[in-house]
């Protein structure tokens, strides 16, 4: 059985940084995404990364998040630097079953940034 499940969120102050982890577990996984979803705001991708390690960032993001993975713990995670009251959101991972091709999503981890 497929899960991923989040980590590392929390409430931190404006410039503060947090590392996120997403431990994903039943299979072997292709891509990995970190997703975030601010309250009555659709859900954006921020980073992506292949097994291979190429990253993708979306603008918003870049130079202030880290998208990272370790194969052989089947977790990726997100160092996010500088936090801005704007980075407050639900942080969900999502990965790609290289078994089956499907999508998994985690249950997702709260990032509050807030003085």
């Known amino acids: 059985q497929v899960q991923l499940v989040e980590s590392g969120g929390g409430l931190v102050q404006p410039g503060g940084s947090l590392r996120l982890s997403c431990a994903a577990s039943?299979?072997?996984?292709?891509?990995m995404e970190w997703f975030r979803q601010a309250p009555g705001k659709q859900r954006t991708l921020v980073a992506t990364?292949?097994?291979?390690?190429?990253?993708h960032y979306a603008d918003t993001v870049k130079g202030r998040f880290t998208i990272s993975r370790d194969n052989a713990k089947n977790t990726v995670y997100l160092q996010i630097n500088s936090l801005k009251l704007e980075d407050t959101a639900v942080y969900y991972c999502?990965?790609?079953?290289?078994?089956?091709?499907?999508?998994?999503w985690g249950k997702g981890t709260l990032v509050t940034v807030s003085s």
């Open positions: 999502n990965a790609v079953d290289l078994m089956d091709g499907m999508e998994y």
């Open positions: 039943g299979s072997i996984f292709g891509a």
């Open positions: 990364i292949t097994r291979a390690g190429t990253t």
